[in-house]
């Protein structure tokens, strides 16, 4: 059974930090393209990050780039987003996921429909 389960989000202040953590089981992490969504009330969700299976080759938005880095420890079976230098439009429910077989990482980051697997999403919020 295909499932992941998000952790790690919290509140924080302006230029703190967090690490989200995504714990999958039924697959591994390694053999498929994996990544992160955010979405707030009202809004279409974001493509965050994304890491490719193999190379493990990274993504991310225009947004989060320099701020966010994704990685991934394929003993653990788990993905890691650390986020750094966090701002207060950073707040969003964020979501890992796998990218569906016939989709890429690039399709992802462009708000494409790509996910096929997704947990239930952790809240970050950043403010005083």
């Known amino acids: 059974q295909v499932q992941v389960v998000e952790s790690g989000g919290g509140l924080v202040q302006p230029g703190g930090s967090l690490r989200l953590s995504c714990a999958a089981s039924g697959f591994r992490l390694d053999y498929y393209n994996i990544g992160w969504i955010r979405q707030t009330p009202g809004k279409e969700p974001e493509g965050v990050s994304c890491?490719?299976?193999?190379?493990?080759?990274?993504y991310y938005a225009d947004s989060v780039k320099g701020r966010f880095t994704i990685s991934r420890d394929n003993a653990k079976n788990t993905m890691y987003l650390q986020m750094n230098s966090l701002k207060p439009e950073d707040t969003a429910v964020y979501y890992c996921?796998?990218?569906?077989?016939?989709?890429?990482?690039?399709?992802?980051?462009?708000?494409?429909?790509?996910?096929?697997?997704w947990g239930k999403g952790t809240l970050v919020t950043v403010s005083t």
């Open positions: 996921g796998r990218v569906k077989a016939t989709y890429y990482c690039s399709d992802l980051i462009l708000g494409s429909d790509a996910m096929d697997y």
């Open positions: 890491i490719t299976k193999s190379q493990g080759n990274t």
